[in-house]
Nanobody, 121 residues
Framework: QVAESGGGLVQPGWSLILSCVAS????IAWFLQAPGQEREWVSC????????YYADSVKGRFTMSRDNDRNSVYLQMNSLRPEDGGVYYC????????????????????WGQGTQVAVSS
């Protein structure tokens, strides 16, 4: 089971942290689906080698972390922009502990229901 929380409405430049309950030694990723657009990956955590990947659009602003004791992953989002808005999904690749590159939604078989983030003044 995968479940996200933490979305909301914030102003540009503000910060927000998303949480996801997800367990297992699997690759876990965050995806964003902006209105009218396809779902795109934002970050991915490989538990197999400890690497974390970020899309260019969020590098330096977003940080993904994992707490294996709590079966949770987090997405710290700083300096938010209007284009960061949309529905954020947490996804698990049960068949691999590594993020497969290029990272795509087809590799992830477990998905949360999503949490809405809006960035507006």
């Amino acid at each position: 089971q995968v479940a996200e929380s933490g979305g909301g409405l914030v102003q540009p430049g503000w910060s927000l942290i998303l949480s996801c309950v997800a367990s297992g030694r699997h690759a876990i990723a965050w995806f964003l689906q902006a209105p009218g657009q396809e779902r795109e990956w934002v970050s991915c955590s490989s538990i197999g080698d400890g690497k974390t990947y970020y899309a260019d659009s969020v590098k330096g602003r977003f940080t993904m972390s994992r707490d294996n004791d709590r079966n949770s992953v987090y997405l710290q989002m700083n300096s938010l922009r209007p284009e960061d808005g949309g529905v954020y999904y947490c996804a698990v690749d049960e068949w691999s502990p590594f993020c497969r590159t290029p990272i795509g939604s087809a590799d992830f078989n477990l998905w949360g229901q999503g949490t809405q983030v809006a960035v507006s003044s």
